[in-house]
Nanobody, 119 residues
């Protein structure tokens, strides 16, 4: 079992910045990768960014490239999502999740943190 706790959400104006954190506990040695997902009002949940826990290799969806950066501190079992130049369409509940293998599903999820970007 892996437990995930997110923090760092809030309300900002367009162009503002936020940093989300996701602290993992439990069987953290089993983490292969971490992803940040979001679900906006009336929209499906989407993968925003992902990181390979051991290599640090990252993926960012096109709509956030150049604005968001995923990172991790393995020693602290913590993942981060730095979000700059936020736009109203970034509004939603952000979730972190981890998986135990390359082709595996994300099987542990955090409780979510709300991000609201006002125009």
């Amino acid at each position: 079992q892996v437990q995930l706790v997110e923090s760092g959400g809030g309300s900002v104006q367009t162009g503002g910045s936020l940093t989300l954190s996701c602290v993992a506990s439990g069987r953290t040695f089993s983490i292969y990768g971490m992803g940040w997902f979001r679900q906006g009002p009336g929209r499906e949940r989407e993968l925003v960014a992902a990181i390979n826990w051991s290599t640090g290799r990252t993926y960012h969806t096109d709509s956030v490239k150049g604005r968001f950066t995923i990172s991790r501190d393995s020693a602290k079992s913590t993942g981060y999502l730095q979000m700059n130049n936020l736009k109203p369409e970034d509004t939603g509940v952000y979730y972190c999740a981890v998986k135990s293998g390359r082709g595996a599903e994300y099987d542990y999820w955090g409780q979510g943190t709300q991000v609201t970007v006002a125009s």
